[in-house]
């Protein structure tokens, strides 16, 4: 059994910044991508950036710029570094790690709980 644990979320002022983080445990024989997504409420989940098991990332084009993410594959954990936060960033965030628990090797996406980022003055 595979499990992510979210954190990191919180409170934040306009142009602050935050560090999310995600744990990965349990069954794990091997990690392929990991990457976040977030939902604002009345929106729809949209991308907001993923990182191979070899280092490339891609980024959602409202994020650009703005976010860095990260992964320690050591500790299974993938991270996402925010800056110049806007109200606009307020949004549950959601991580995921697609990997296999074993041979045959079938990787499978899993998702984190998800964390509340709100942004506000």
């Known amino acids: 059994q595979v499990r992510l644990v979210e954190s990191g979320g919180g409170l934040v002022q306009p142009g602050g910044s935050l560090r999310l983080s995600c744990a990965a445990s349990g069954s794990i024989f091997r990690l392929y991508d990991m990457g976040w997504y977030r939902q604002a409420p009345g929106k729809q989940r949209e991308l907001v950036a993923t990182i191979t098991n070899g280092g490339t990332t891609t980024y959602g084009d409202s994020v650009k710029g703005r976010f860095a993410i990260s992964r320690d594959n050591a500790n299974n954990t993938v991270y996402v570094q925010i800056t110049s936060l806007q109200p606009e960033d307020t949004a549950v965030y959601y991580c995921?790690?697609?990997?296999?628990?074993?041979?045959?090797?079938?990787?499978?996406?899993?998702w984190g709980q998800g964390t509340q980022v709100t942004v506000s003055s």
């Open positions: 995921y790690v697609d990997l296999a628990t074993g041979i045959p090797v079938r990787p499978s996406r899993y």
